[in-house]
Nanobody
Framework: QVQLVESGGGSVQSGGSLRLACAASSSTAGTYIGWFRQTPGKEREGVACIKPRGVTGYADLAKGRFTISQDKAKNTLYLQMNNLKPEDSGTYYC???????????????WGQGTQVTVSS
């Protein structure tokens, strides 16, 4: 069982940036790893992922603003979020052990989430 712990959430003004981190208790090599979010009034949605061979995938909401990356030596996943908007406010989750990129149902392990609040 892989344990995932997110950090880096907080409150920023519109146009600001945050960098989320997700520390894994063991290697997630060979699986999809990704970031998801749940915003008020909406279902959980995929944000970005890293595929087993290192190729990244992004939801339309993230393209041009968010960047996913990982430090394999530290078993840590990151999400750099720039030009944040109020509609980006919500709880962000990292996930591992996936078999698909942006489908939450295809991930086996989840973190507890970190809150992001963007004010206008």
């Amino acid at each position: 069982q892989v344990q995932l712990v997110e950090s880096g959430g907080g409150s920023v003004q519109s146009g600001g940036s945050l960098r989320l981190a997700c520390a894994a208790s063991s290697s997630t090599a060979g699986t999809y790893i990704g970031w998801f979010r749940q915003t008020p009034g909406k279902e959980r949605e995929g944000v970005a992922c890293i595929k087993p061979r290192g190729v990244t995938g992004y939801a339309d909401l993230a393209k041009g603003r968010f960047t996913i990356s990982q430090d394999k030596a530290k078993n840590t996943l990151y999400l750099q979020m720039n030009n944040l908007k109020p509609e980006d406010s919500g709880t962000y989750y990292c996930a591992a052990g996936g078999t698909g990129c942006l489908s939450g149902q295809q991930y086996a392990h989840w973190g507890q989430g970190t809150q992001v609040t963007v004010s206008s």
